[in-house]
């Protein structure tokens, strides 16, 4: 018999870093950007041992997550990268907030797709009190269906409403710093980080599961990768959606350009182990950036959105549940009463997958 090949040195170092990361020790910065530098020849050790942290804390489950762009441009915000912001002309849908039997019907299609969260999302700066008064309205009657997890991104939140939120049956909040604090200025100037940071800390105020995350491909450099991530570990939110930029026409933004499938799963391994126990949600532009290996990425994730993303299409849910199944992977589902079981089987045997269109604009 062959003799076995010895595990390399590199292999060795990524190891180290899972240990550490298991042991939840704070990845220095020399070998978080080691992490983000590694080269093609080290990505499946790298990826092998983010997926031991993945393993120990989050098994082999995906959690699903559909959201709803319950209402649509109209920002006044300059955010660089975005397609619904005051700056951009991206001949995106324009709408105000949708009709609550809208929102409540996107509910049942989570439930039908094996959703674990139902993301309602509002563009604009914050929620108006008349907004506030729908969502809250509109939440209740969700919780009256289906015991369905509910995340709510309405823009920034005060104490006061967050509050409000948690009463109306909300279980978590996301709203994203998007980047490192010195990277923030560069592309946006209505709001600063730390108004960011502030509707994350009222969040946790009022006992909601705080999600926050970043973006990535818009210039930023390593070093502010790192520090985005650092800053997530350190404000201890439950949640990580970690988007790739997807370049749309019309946003003043200049992409980077230097997203490859290779850095894209680097970039998740560092944010695996530096917050190991955490739901690391492979988010926008997973389709784009990844391409054919979006597949390793759920050795380092443990959620993906399915179906639509704001203003642009996604992957058929068909194809995702697919891909789940081929990894020996399982949907993490959480039980609704009723509609979710059977269809819920229907999908894990690979029946009626994918049935009806995803919402989208």
């Known amino acids: 018999m062959p003799t076995p090949t010895p595990p390399t040195k590199e292999t060795t170092k990524w190891q180290a870093l899972a240990k550490k990361a298991l042991e939840e020790d704070l990845l220095t910065r020399e070998e978080s950007l080691a992490v983000l530098s590694a080269g093609n020849e080290d990505l499946l050790a790298l990826v092998a041992a983010a997926y031991e942290v993945r393993r120990r804390y989050h098994g082999r489950r995906v959690k699903l997550n559909l959201l709803i762009n319950a209402k649509s441009g109209l920002c006044p915000e300059d955010c660089a990268y975005c397609s619904q912001s005051s700056v951009a002309d991206s001949g995106v849908n324009r709408y105000k907030l949708l009709p609550n039997q809208t929102v409540v019907e996107g509910a049942r299609r989570a439930v039908e797709l094996q959703a674990h969260t139902y993301c309602i999302v509002m563009s604009g700066r914050s929620p108006t009190e008349k907004e506030l008064d729908e969502v809250v309205g509109t939440v209740r009657e969700i919780k009256r269906k289906h015991s369905l997890k509910i995340c709510a991104c309405l823009g920034l939140l005060s104490d006061a409403q967050a509050a409000r939120l948690r009463e109306a049956g909300v279980d978590r909040v996301n709203h994203n710093v998007n980047t490192s604090e010195n990277f923030h200025p560069k592309i946006c100037s209505t709001h600063t980080y730390q108004d960011r940071v502030r509707t994350i800390e009222a969040v946790k105020k009022a006992n909601l599961s705080p999600c926050c995350g970043g973006i990535f491909g818009m210039g930023e450099s390593d070093e502010d990768i790192v520090d985005l991530a650092r800053a997530l570990r350190e ?93 020996g992977f399982e949907v993490a589902t959480f039980p609704s009463p009723g509609l979710g079981a059977d269809i819920n089987a229907e999908i894990n045997a690979g029946v009626g997958a994918g049935s009806g269109a995803p919402l989208s604009e």
């Open 235 to 327: 404000l201890d939110v439950d949640s990580i959606p970690l988007n790739f930029l997807i370049p749309i026409p019309g946003t003043p933004i200049e992409p980077a350009n230097n997203l490859t499938p290779a850095k894209c799963l680097a970039i998740l391994c560092l944010f695996r182990f530096l917050n190991p126990s955490k739901e690391i949600r492979i988010a926008g532009g997973r389709e784009l950036h990844l391409r054919s290996l979006q597949a390793l990425g759920l050795y380092v994730a443990d959620s993906i959105f399915i179906g639509d993303y704001l203003t642009t299409a996604g992957q058929k849910p068909s194809e995702d549940l697919q891909m789940i199944r081929d990894l």
